[in-house]
């Protein structure tokens, strides 16, 4: 079965420092991937998509960038936080057909002080 | 510009009874609906899903109705139990998207014993 792991859980990061979470997918290969955000009190909001190594898509533009080094490695990096950049960061695959749901890792709860 | 709306920020249900939360969209290119269930720092969890070629998916004590004409979708839960309580999430996708899903900001269900 496919798992899907995301670390660390908490980070406490200040302003200024770089940053990066990793996702990896377990039990399938040619995932759709994805970061979304969860900022307090707000819905999920759509960062990066990729339908394959090396493609990203941004959906906002921002201070955060995404990388996928391998099939099942979506990577979440930030050369300097904002304070704005706190939240709840949530990474997620899909396979297979278009009526496929998105799975989701337990995120990664960001505090940036 | 909210795509995909769910205006009760809050429901409260007795246990036993029936839990109904809705969710309104905008854009008709959504051919695709899901709901999850988010529980406090955990990540999203696939519930249930529609595609815009039926009106009703059921599944255990789940039901989602699509309603096009109205770009309306709800989800029934019968009967509630206190580990319903959770934020709902729903869900759609655009036709020929590389599925990225555009949510709601979520209702908090809370099912009292």
């Known amino acids: 079965s496919q798992t899907i792991h995301q670390w660390p859980a908490t980070l406490v990061q200040p302003v200024g420092s770089p940053l990066s979470l990793e996702c990896t997918v377990e039990g399938t290969s040619n995932p759709n991937l994805y970061w979304y955000r969860q900022a307090a009190g707000r819905g999920l909001q759509l960062l990066f998509y990729?339908?394959?190594?090396?493609?990203i898509s941004s959906e906002v533009p921002q201070n955060l960038s995404a990388s996928r080094p391998q099939d099942r490695q979506f990577i979440l990096s930030s050369k300097k936080l904002l304070l704005s950049d706190s939240g709840f960061y949530l990474c997620a695959w899909c396979g297979g057909t278009h009526l496929s749901p998105l799975h989701f890792g337990n995120g990664t709860r960001l505090t940036v002080t | 510009d909210q795509q995909v709306k769910q205006n009760s920020p809050s429901l409260s249900v007795q246990e036993g009874r029936i839990s109904i939360l809705n969710c309104d969209y905008t854009n008709s290119m959504f051919d695709y609906f899901l709901w999850y269930k988010k529980y406090p720092a955990e990540g999203p969890t696939f519930l249930i899903s529609?595609?815009?070629?039926?009106d009703k998916n059921e599944d255990g004590r789940f039901t989602v109705f699509l309603n096009k004409s109205a770009k309306h979708l709800s989800l029934h839960i019968v009967p509630s139990q206190p580990g319903d309580s959770a934020v709902y999430f729903c869900a759609a996708v655009l036709s020929g998207s590389a599925r990225q899903l555009t949510f709601g900001s979520g209702t908090q269900l809370t099912v009292l014993p």
């Open positions: 990729s339908v394959g190594i090396g493609q």
């Open positions: 529609i595609s815009s070629i039926k």
